[in-house]
């Protein structure tokens, strides 16, 4: 769910605008000290994205509202939809989400 949050779509942007050709070449020296040329894709950075446990419940409404509203884009049953808005806004719902507790 990270990837729909305000984090996960500000990283994606940054990548987009990153984007490299896939026929580009860049120059690296390999372990061995020599120069070599490899795809230039592969020189950059992964995404490393936050597991859905670790998300916060600030986070985890973000992505929810984002993710319902993708799924009706790419025209998803509606009942389908509607189950995930039911689950979701139980557990937004949930005393947990509301809680000073840090450990529950």
Known sequence: ???WTNDGLDIADCL???VVDDCSLSLITT???LPTFVPSASTHNKLEATPDK???F???GQASIRMVAAMRQCNWDPSHINMFITFWGN???HAWCYSRITSQ
């Open 58 to 60: 600030e986070q985890f």
């Open 31 to 33: 372990v061995e000290g």
């Open 54 to 56: 670790d998300l916060t």
């Open 16 to 18: 987009k605008a990153n």
């Open 1 to 3: 769910m990270w990837y």
């Open 91 to 93: 557990i937004e719902r």
